[in-house]
């Protein structure tokens, strides 16, 4: 795709937005969920059924937190700071004026996003009245990102922060949609996914002719250079040491004896998807290589193949 043969969405933002046509989402007192059981597999364990089964409302009230504080993390910090810089013509590679509009309704949405995961906190702290544990001040993208933007050449580190950011946005929305169609969650919750995914859809393909645009216009031997970096990107990416030290914590904070609690800790270790092809998140990404059309490119193939079927 060439930069001219870009077109904005700037219409379907205006009449589908969520900032534009939602109605505030008002949390549920009733005997849904206020998370999917299947997204927190302690509260599946054996271990935990048998031995503080009573304990499973809290522990997804502690794990929406720390979903809701992802979404902030996630969106104030990586996207926000990758579509302002193309909205205010701070990339280096030059995107024409409509790239830029649909840039800042990114921007727009992504912070409205944050807006209302603060406001589903605050909702749900009133209504449970549990406070929440310590949450986490980073997300695994806080240092996939770095770590993969510090191997490249200074000229082309925000080529790579745009395709980091580019894959986090694909992942994310293939996420969120599989959180919207869990039928065991309260109305509100899917709700606001579902709002989540009406905007998520829009960025997602967004930021994947982005990337195409830059693919575009990138040299063979940039090209060779950050296909090599994918993998780095990758492997840091679906690491999850952020999510196993909230567990830790979220086990501490349950009133359990201790020789439950180690029982727990055992259990919960060997949980973890491993980096391959295997782990679920590697079909979103795959996607959207194959949709960014960086695929389409010999050194990015040999530079997956570890990921591809």
């Not at 999917?36 to 794990?63: G, H, I, K, N």
Request: overall charge negative.
């Amino acid at each position: 795709m060439n930069a001219a043969d870009y077109q904005s969405f700037a219409d379907a933002w205006e009449n589908r937005a969520t900032i534009r046509t939602r109605p505030r989402r008002v949390l549920e007192d009733d005997e849904r969920l206020i998370y999917p059981t299947s997204r927190q597999p302690l509260v599946l364990s054996e271990v935990f059924l048998r031995e503080c089964p009573e304990q499973r409302d809290f522990a997804l009230v502690q794990t929406l937190y720390k979903f809701i504080n992802d979404v902030v993390i996630f969106e104030t910090e990586i996207v926000d700071k990758t579509a302002r810089s193309i909205a205010k013509n701070r990339f280096p590679v030059a995107f024409p004026f409509p790239c830029r509009y649909d840039a800042m309704t990114v921007v727009v949405d992504e912070d409205y996003h944050a807006l209302v995961a603060m406001d589903f906190m605050q909702q749900t702290m009133a209504m449970t009245g549990i406070a929440p544990i310590d949450l986490p001040h980073e997300i695994e993208l806080s240092r996939a990102i770095p770590a993969a933007v510090e191997l490249a050449p200074e000229p082309l580190r925000s080529a790579v922060e745009l395709i980091c950011v580019a894959i986090a946005e694909n992942t994310v929305t293939g996420d969120v949609a599989a959180f919207a169609r869990d039928d065991t969650v309260k109305a509100s919750i899917k709700g606001l996914m579902a709002d989540h995914l009406l905007d998520e859809g829009r960025h997602s393909s967004f930021w994947a002719r982005m990337v195409r645009i830059y693919w575009h216009t990138a040299s063979d031997a940039d090209r060779q250079c950050i296909a090599e970096i994918l993998p780095v990107f990758i492997g840091h990416y679906l690491t999850n040491d952020i999510q196993k030290a909230f567990d830790l914590r979220l086990i501490d904070a349950l009133p359990v004896n201790d020789a439950t609690r180690r029982a727990l800790k055992d259990e919960m270790a060997g949980l973890a998807f491993p980096i391959n092809r295997h782990h679920p998140l590697v079909g979103n990404i795959v996607r959207f290589f194959h949709s960014s059309s960086l695929l389409d490119t010999p050194c990015v193939q040999h530079a997956l193949r570890d990921y591809l079927v």
